[in-house]
């Protein structure tokens, strides 16, 4: 999967996931709420760490739903690794 980007100029493509893990099943009806942050960046790449939280709407009981960390690689117009930012 590519991205667009919001670093740089280079456009981000998904390289792999690190690991996720799901702890409630999300129902429909539910409220999802994904929070996200870069956890480390490299010179190439960026590792995002994702939350997700459900929330039933009635009774506000909001869960810890799914973790997942991510790795994406800054790409040229050739699909190569390159810097995120300019140097």
């Not at 996200?36 to 939280?53: D, P």
């Amino acid at each position: 999967m590519d991205y667009a980007p919001t670093r740089g100029r280079n456009t981000r493509k998904l390289e792999t996931d690190k690991l996720v893990e799901f702890k409630v099943p999300v129902r429909a009806g539910q409220l999802v709420e994904l929070v996200a942050r870069i956890t480390r960046e490299g010179r190439t790449s960026l590792t995002v760490a994702v939350e997700m939280y459900v929330e039933e709407l009635l009774s506000r009981n909001r869960q810890l739903a799914t973790t997942g960390s991510f790795v994406f690689v800054a790409i040229d117009a050739d699909g190569k690794a390159t810097p995120i930012r300019d140097e």
